[in-house]
């Protein structure tokens, strides 16, 4: 037999030695793992609890009301109110600007004299007052956010997504309105995904900030950046482009280039405190600029080493050194002009100035935003059995000691991989109230910002969760999930909260040797960092997404749930496991492949990665999904 010519052809076939060796393992290991893993017993889903009774009162006679100085906000939530209520109960309600007469009124905004001194920019009261209803806040958003919640907590409204809107139609009646107020912990709220570009949606689930959306003051307006919101230094401020060949001095210098690069700035340069002053100077003359200006280093690790820079950061014991001394001194150069009192001024503890500084503390209106970039996402960041997640944890207390306005930079998806399932719904809630414990003050969740490129996952799910925890990081989490999935996957919503809870079991698993496997946010499918199930578990796994497909009821729902369901698909084919397995005919498992394939283009899944990574038109079949990739 010419073995050259078998491995050529293997070759060519997209096959390595190493595909056949685990192949021919897997056939003579496989038997034994059935005997070590019996089947797992049926999930039997939870009984529903039926509503309990509540008194209720007809609506039909209320007014809505808002006052002559109400702002556009505040208008905005009075008819958003009457819009809404009109929906539920096909009573033709109008708000309209009038003083309070002590009738059947819901006074919307600050006209029904209700205190709102300790409810910031964007707290609320809800509070009966005789016959009346008072939805108030402060302002710019706190009302708006009042009649939001109004409708939530009253009428069970809910913005799931920005197509799946609940306004459940047909109630007359409300029940007794019970005092309530709230001020959320975050000021800053931002993530990206699909829905959260869309106003409404944002507006009704309280993101507030202005990356992926723009709020005007009738939405309520912002808490966002006057520029844009990452890597500033480089793309925006000293682009190399127009200074470099002038002033190479203005750059990173490299101990092992020997010369000057143009990656980073160099921060103890007087020049380049000058000109970035002028910069923030100039974005703050824009009309309607929003509160704060980004001064970020670029994504990469060139930062500068010349004499001076090396010096601070040797003192300071981190890069975060020169870092902070840098944004205090432009905070200080414009502390004293009146016009900047509003300014905010940004900057990363990302990579190389993650470590706080042991000397220079930030300035009050200095924003530190502290990435987890090098997390593991298998378990919470406060987790100290957790040893990737012990010394950020250590970093972030260290950082809220020393800075007023602490932010967080967090990531929930798998950038390598998108559509891969990615096991972290287990630490979302954690994390949040670890952020809020610690005195943060913003969050700005990184997701999967191309996830309309390739929604085979959890996207819709994830981005409402997170939604949700960062203005609410004491919600009832299970609820929260509850009422989403039914809405979005039908009735057998419960198998997929099971399969959720399943990866979530089975990631950042220690080894054999009890070495901690983290799941960080590029894991391979094939990695045992991401998830190890034994075959017990991938049938029961099958089953549970059977099930959720049988039951799904209405198209729309039946359709959310198989391509969620792609995920799993995906990373069964990576693994080759069950119908993608090696050990069945080439054709059964090639057509595995060519279904999955072919849903991926039904459900307009054209992106494997970050960045570049697009998937290939021309799917080698031989290969596995992982490798289905152009260029
Ligand atoms: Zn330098």
């Known amino acids: 037999m010419d073995w050259t010519a078998v491995l050529g052809w293997l070759e060519g076939a997209g096959i390595s030695i190493l595909n056949v060796f685990v192949a021919l393992l897997a056939f003579v290991v496989n038997p034994f793992l059935s005997l070590c893993n019996p089947p797992l017993q049926a999930f039997v889903p939870l009984p529903v609890a039926p509503p309990a009774t509540i008194e209720k009162h007809s609506i039909a006679d209320y007014q809505i009301l808002y006052g002559a100085d109400a702002t556009p906000a505040e208008i905005t939530a009075a008819n958003t109110l009457a819009d809404t209520l009109r929906q539920i109960t096909g009573v033709n309600y109008a708000a309209r600007q009038g003083a309070p007469t002590g009738a059947k009124e819901i006074l919307v905004g600050q006209l029904g004299g209700a205190d709102v001194a300790a409810l910031g920019d964007e707290g609320y009261l809800i509070k009966p007052q005789g016959d009346s209803i008072i939805i108030t806040g402060g302002r710019p958003r706190g009302t708006l956010y009042g009649v939001y919640r109004f409708l939530e907590e009253y009428f069970d409204c809910h913005w799931y997504t920005a197509e799946l809107k609940v306004i459940p139609t047909g109630a007359a009646e409300i029940a007794d309105v019970r005092e309530e107020s709230y001020v959320p912990p975050l000021e800053y709220r931002e993530t990206d995904w699909i829905s959260p570009h869309d106003t409404t949606y944002s507006i009704a689930n309280r993101l507030n900030a202005n990356s992926y959306r723009q709020l005007s003051a009738a939405d309520g307006g912002t808490m966002g950046y006057a520029n844009s919101f990452a890597h500033t230094f480089i793309n925006a401020i000293l682009r190399p482009a127009e200074y470099f060949d002038a002033h190479p001095e203005y750059y ?44 970020t280093q670029d994504d990469n690790q060139s930062y500068c080493e010349c004499a001076n820079c090396k010096a601070v950061d040797a003192a300071e014991g981190s890069h975060a050194g020169t870092m902070i001394r840098f944004v205090n001194a432009v905070s200080e150069a414009l502390a004293d002009d009146p016009v900047y009192d509003d300014l905010l001024l940004d900057t990363f503890a990302y990579q190389y100035t993650r470590t706080p500084p042991q000397l220079v503390k930030p300035r009050a209106n200095v924003i530190v935003r502290l990435c987890s970039i090098e997390c593991c996402f298998a378990h919470p960041l406060d987790d100290p059995n957790c040893p990737d ?163 799904a009821g209405a198209e729309t729902a039946r359709q959310n749930v198989l391509r969620s369901q792609l995920c799993w698909r995906f990373w069964k084919g990576c693994n080759r496991v069950e ?28 992106r494997y990665a970050e960045g570049s990574g697009m998937i290939t038109d021309t799917p080698n079949y031989w290969q596995t999904p992982m490798e289905w990739r152009k260029g």
């Not at 090696?582 to 459900?603: M, S």
Request: charged share 20%; with cysteine; hydrophobic share 40%.
């Open 252 to 295: 990173a210098y490299r101990d092992s280039e020997k010369t000057r690069v143009p990656k980073q700035l160099c921060l103890t340069n007087p020049d380049v405190l000058r000109l970035v002053i002028d910069q923030v100077k100039a974005y703050w003359a824009q009309p309607g600029h929003a509160q704060i200006v980004c001064l």
């Open 579 to 606: 119908e993608f397995s090696w050990l069945l005919p080439i054709g059964q498992w090639q057509a595995a492949n060519k279904a999955l394939y072919a849903d991926f283009q039904a459900f307009g899944i054209v």
């Open 389 to 551: 997640n012990a010394v950020f944890a250590a970093d972030l207390k260290k950082w809220s000691e020393i800075c007023e306005r602490l932010y967080v930079w967090d990531y929930t998806t798998n950038y390598s991989h998108y559509n891969a399932p990615f096991p972290n719904f287990q630490v979302l809630q954690p994390n949040m109230q670890f952020f809020v414990q610690y005195n943060v003050k913003g969050v700005y969740e990184e997701g999967n910002y191309s996830a309309s490129e390739c929604n085979s996952e959890f996207a819709e799910l994830r981005a409402y969760m997170l939604t949700r925890l960062m203005w609410d990081p004491a919600l009832d989490y299970e609820a929260e999930m509850a009422g989403f999935m039914a809405a979005y996957y039908g009735e057998g919503w419960q198998y997929i909260r099971e399969f959720i809870r399943l990866i979530g079991d089975n990631t950042g698993v220690p080894d054999l040797f009890g070495q901690h496997r983290r799941l960080s946010i590029g894991r391979r499918p094939i990695e045992k960092e991401l998830m190890v199930l034994n075959q017990s578990q991938v049938r029961y796994a099958d089953q549970l997404w059977a099930k959720a497909i049988a039951l």
